[in-house]
């Protein structure tokens, strides 16, 4: 995929989040240079997504779920009680069963941009900074709520493909090994090529 067709895959991606039109500016009146927890969480109801609001000590914190997966919002910047300059939505996945696919982040961040993946221990965590320091317009952090929704669905659909494809290629490999077996050893340097994986 190169750098052209990685673009289109984005404007597609936040096309389908319904990136606000920008024929209509907001007035400075509109503009907002920090977020409530309230705030944050109409933006997720927006998006279609239930709220979770609990109170620890002085924070609130806010948790919700997408097709079927929870995340959170973790507060960045503070900039006076209950308001912030930046957030981060936070998605984290336990890996169970062996080692993830090699180059599978990788892969995501070449062919994707918006939000980040990272490993940390034995949690594969998808990531998405939300900032609003400097003044936006409120149909920007509704936006930005949609973006994390379908970045998550679009990370899920690349982890099923991601995987079921390196398992196809483990199977055909060991396959290749069993019937090259009695082959001539000058023969194996043509039969071991492979065509380079493409995402959907």
Known sequence: MNEENTMQHDNHDAERAGAPASSHPSS????????????VADAIRAAGCAVSVQQD??????????????????WGNQAGA???LDFTLS???????????????????RSRRFARVA???EFLVLEMDV????????EFLNFSMR???????????????????????????EA??????????NTLASGDGQAPMTLN
Do not use: K
Request: hydrophobic residues 40%.
């Open 131 to 138: 900032i609003v320091a400097g003044g936006v317009s409120p």
């Open 82 to 84: 209950d308001q912030y």
């Open 147 to 173: 973006l994390w929704v379908e970045m998550m669905g679009q990370f899920f659909l690349h982890l099923r493909n991601f995987t079921q494809q390196a398992a196809g290629q483990t199977a055909d490999a």
């Open 176 to 185: 290749s090994g069993e019937d090259l077996a009695a082959v001539p050893g």
């Open 57 to 74: 000590d002085l924070v609130t914190r806010l948790h919700s779920a997408s097709h079927g997966i929870g995340y959170q919002v973790h």
């Open 119 to 121: 490993a940390h221990g």
């Open 91 to 109: 998605c984290p996945l336990r890996v169970q069963g062996g080692d993830l696919p090699e180059g599978l982040i990788n892969e995501w961040h």
């Open 28 to 39: 400075s009146a509109d503009i907002i240079t920090s977020v409530t927890s309230a705030q």
